[in-house]
């Protein structure tokens, strides 16, 4: 597999911020958002990515202490042979996040019931929609998103927001697909929300405030978070292997 680059830090972002987490970036990405902040993911001449096998990579986790992993990019689901360094992860006792741009499917990895298949029961997705400043929205795999037609379970949905517009979409996409829609069903699917700023586009109180007016966004089974990347304040901002 293409590797950029393997380091134990804490997760910036999502419903472990600031844990220990060992981080497995693969080389590689379909989509080129315009506030990428790690290009050399996916751009040959920023990158030195070397050629690893599945045995290798684990041995590479293994120098670190914590069984939290995160796998990402350039975007991971792009790799033939993903599917099987997500079961070697898995088998090994570690808790994998897998950090997808939205626009690869990810059912392959479920039941029809919208658990996880048993050889992927330690993962679990971060799952990013791509909103209009991005320039990438027409790529998405809407499948991704639709909890009532496929009740994915433990999924972390986050919208990376510039501007108004943004939130404007990313309410439509949680209300219409994400947001549980048969109120006699009355199950929690433990999915989970978040707003981010554009770092440097959109200031984080803004967020805050178009919660509190909008009162479509609250929702008693699937909670809607604003969060910051936390790694951008406590290393510079460009700073890579952290």
Aim: overall charge negative; aromatic content about 14%.
């Amino acid at each position: 597999m293409k590797v950029v680059e393997i380091f134990n830090s804490i997760d910036g972002e999502g419903k472990r911020a600031g844990e220990l987490t060992t981080f497995i970036r693969l080389f590689g990405c379909n989509l080129r958002c315009v506030y990428c902040d790690t290009p050399y993911g996916y751009d040959i001449e920023q990158s030195d990515y070397r050629e690893m096998s599945i045995t290798e990579i684990l041995k590479e986790c293994k120098k670190y202490a914590t069984h939290n992993i995160t796998l990402t990019g350039g975007e991971p689901l792009i790799h033939e042979d993903v599917q099987y360094l997500l079961r070697a992860l898995s088998e090994n006792n570690y808790n994998v996040n897998v950090e997808t741009n939205g626009s690869v499917s990810i059912k392959k990895y479920f039941n029809f019931d919208g658990t996880p298949k048993d050889e992927y029961k330690n993962v679990w997705f971060t799952v990013d929609y791509k909103c209009p400043y991005s320039q990438m929205s027409q790529n998405m795999d809407m499948d991704n998103f639709d909890v009532n037609k496929y009740n994915y379970e433990n999924i972390v949905y986050k919208f990376v927001v510039a501007n108004l517009q943004d939130l404007e979409m990313a309410k439509e996409i949680i209300t219409k697909y994400i947001f549980q829609k048969n109120e006699h069903i009355n199950k929690n699917y433990n999915n989970i929300v978040y707003l981010s700023p554009v770092f440097g586009e959109i200031e984080p109180k803004t967020i805050v405030e178009y919660l509190q007016n909008t009162p479509e966004l609250i929702n008693s089974f699937t909670p809607v978070r604003v969060q910051l990347q936390l790694h951008k304040f406590i290393w510079p901002v460009e700073q890579r292997g952290v």
